[in-house]
């Protein structure tokens, strides 16, 4: 049961190494006389500085967590040779509450310091992957984990093997008080719950299992090759699943059908063995759901949130009811366009071209700070504290990971890596992002105890997008002129219609994949395109051409081939929208409300959580206020162009 964790992690200034300077080199080297610099006088490609000449003000600081890369090696050192010590409750949890309780303290030691140990391994790889040494730490971290992990294996079927009657006593006892929601989470997969030796089996089959998905991966970035596309420059790029969004993004349109065409050409010349393996996925699903004696694939996968199927089916119906929005918005699009019929692959670049606007770190961090003014003062100054301060490693350098990330633990600081360039505007909504992230780590670390800090999936994404929601409306309200405004308009509707909407359709598609497989229904490649077809058909409307190639993509979406998670960016989306607009027009009850939301970690199931912080996921209402939200802001976009 321990959490042993490879994800999470801290810091970026390399302590193991000489510090760095107080100041980058641009990269330049000197020259000596006038000659000699207007010889050297072409422009020169932009070079990432190393790691190593980042200013340490631009880094994250990682000693909450560990001093040194000398003092995690001796904590890790520590931490391997508590593995020992289960063997000691091995056989002995069900003989009093005093033992059990005993067993889940050290437990929930060792958990901690391995979240610890992690999340330091991992950060100090990501600010710089070229690192040998930081690869070996996250390496050795990652061999302990699992070593613990295997120590550790027999806590939860040795917790279920104690009988109803006496572990009823238990949880009365007041030694179990504190770890009480612990084990009655863990006895809610009772039902679920084989035999040991069926236990067993399952598991030796997990290898097995995931091989479906690995197929799908390697075909997908390895064997897959798409040949390379003009840009609207005349340069050749070349076509792979990182460029096609980029390439559709042209605003030159054969560039974007060029680009749709040959990469789904590839999809089409290996469409039986993609389909092959999506069955294989699903049936996969199926076959462990009956196992578990589960109703269905679906309830198996909600099970673990305590979700009823009523939040996935009302989500799909809500945003069915509101399809003739959707619709409107693509007519929109096509007309602002100046184009005769839109497709799919007209859908990303944006109506309006960003103007170039050059915000500093310090600028983005003062933006997003007064749009969060509705937080209060005490949310607004933790969070200039950090964003200020070191808890963000700001900049790219050479080897560091691209993207961003927020990586909150129990005992570091909330850490954000950002890859921050000061003319890019989605950078600003990025922090803000990675920012709520932070802060819900940081209110959870605060308030709970370490068993109950650590927030679901199925929550995460509320904190982030609620941010994102109010630096949106911040910006439109200083918004220069009407063209700015539409400018971010154009970029809210696009974020909910890939969200709430795509999520949506990707989600239904899941439940129509895995109700034909669970009813005998072979998953042929017709089969899939055929049920794929319908969908676009209703969820792009009868003025849109679909492409025939556009139903290869029920074969290329990664969240397909590990079913039934999409559904989460959707009610994710629509809670923020929900608590966004109950915050801002509310008083200090409704802000109350969802600090204690923040707070909560995971002392609550996710739906309850969301319920105390006033909006019910089982009722339609929250997709319908998000719904109604994006309706609103198509005609206003209408209205502007």
């Not at 690995?214 to 790029?237: C, P, S, W, Y």
């Not at 996968?301 to 089916?313: E, G, R, T």
């Not at 899939?528 to 074969?555: C, W």
Request: aromatic share 10%.
């Amino acid at each position: 049961m321990a959490k042993t964790r490879g994800s999470r992690g801290g810091k970026g200034g390399r302590l193991s190494q000489a510090p760095a300077g107080g100041r980058r080199r641009s990269g330049a080297t000197a020259q000596s006389g006038g000659l000699a610099k207007a010889r050297s006088a072409k422009p020169r490609a932009k070079r990432l500085p190393p790691r190593s000449d980042v200013s340490l003000t631009d880094t994250w600081d990682l000693s909450r967590l560990f001093v040194s890369d000398e003092a995690w090696s001796k904590a890790l050192a520590r931490f391997q040779r508590r593995a020992k010590d289960y063997a000691d409750f091995c056989g002995q949890l069900g003989k009093s509450a005093e033992k059990l309780a005993e067993c889940l303290k050290f437990d929930s030691q060792v958990s901690r310091q391995a979240e610890r140990l992690g999340t330091y391994a991992f950060l100090r790889s990501a600010e710089d992957q070229s690192n040998a040494d930081a690869q070996r730490m996250l390496g050795c971290y990652q061999h302990a984990a699992r070593l613990m992990a295997e120590a550790s294996s027999f806590l939860r079927p040795e917790i279920l093997a104690i009988p109803e009657v006496r572990m009823k006593q238990f949880l009365a006892a007041p030694a179990i008080k504190h770890y009480r929601l612990i084990l009655e989470r863990c006895l809610r997969f009772r039902p679920h719950t084989l035999s040991n030796r069926e236990e067993e089996l399952l598991a030796m089959q997990s290898e097995m299992a995931e091989a479906t998905s690995h197929v799908f991966r390697q075909l997908l970035d390895v064997d897959m090759k798409f040949g390379t596309v003009a840009n609207e420059k005349g340069e050749a790029i070349e076509l792979t699943n990182a460029t096609f969004s980029q390439l559709l993004n042209s605003p030159d349109r054969q560039v974007r059908q060029r680009t749709f065409q040959q990469y789904y050409q590839e999809f089409q010349e290996h469409q039986h063995t993609l389909a092959a393996t999506l069955s294989g996925s699903v049936q996969k699903d199926v076959f462990y759901a009956r196992a578990r004696g589960h109703s269905s694939s679906l309830a198996a996968a909600l099970f673990p949130d305590n979700v009823p199927q009523s939040v996935y089916d009302n989500l799909i119906a809500s945003v069915r009811r509101n399809l003739p929005t959707l619709h409107r918005y693509y007519d929109v699009r096509r007309r602002k366009m100046g184009l005769r019929q839109i497709h799919q692959y007209d859908t990303y670049v944006p109506i309006l071209t960003e103007r170039e606007r050059r915000r500093t770190w310090d600028q983005a961090v003062q933006v997003i700070l007064q749009s969060l003014e509705p937080l209060g003062s005490e949310y607004c100054g933790v969070l200039e504290t950090g964003l200020r301060g070191r808890w963000c490693d700001r900049y790219p350098n050479q080897g560091k990971q691209s993207g961003a990330f927020s990586c909150g633990s129990y005992d570091g600081d909330p850490y954000i890596l950002m890859n921050y360039q000061p003319m890019v505007m989605q950078h600003v909504f990025t922090l803000t992002h990675e920012a709520g992230h932070s802060m819900h780590s940081y209110y959870s670390a605060r308030s709970q105890p370490f068993e109950y800090y650590d927030y679901t999936i199925f929550v995460a994404e509320v904190a982030s997008t609620f941010n994102e929601r109010l630096l949106s409306r911040h910006l439109m309200n200083q918004a220069r002129d009407d063209q700015e405004r539409a400018y971010l308009i154009n970029r809210d509707l696009d974020d909910m219609r890939g969200t709430i909407w795509r999520q949506t359709m990707f989600a239904e598609f899941e439940k129509i994949s895995h109700e034909m497989v669970e009813n005998g229904e072979p998953l042929t490649v017709e089969a899939i395109k055929a049920a794929y077809r319908s969908l676009l058909e209703a969820y792009f409307g009868k003025e849109f051409v679909l492409d025939p190639e556009l139903s290869l993509e029920s074969l290329r979406i990664p969240h397909f081939y590990r079913a039934f998670y999409v559904y989460k960016y959707a009610t994710g989306m629509s809670a923020a929208i929900a608590l966004s607009q109950r915050v801002l027009e509310g008083g200090p009850e409704q802000l109350a409300d969802y600090l204690r939301f923040l707070s909560g970690g995971c002392s609550q199931f996710p739906l309850d959580l969301l319920r105390g912080a006033g909006v019910d996921m089982n009722q339609p209402g929250p997709i319908d206020t998000a719904l109604a939200h994006f309706e609103h802001l198509v005609a206003e976009l209408d209205e502007l162009l």
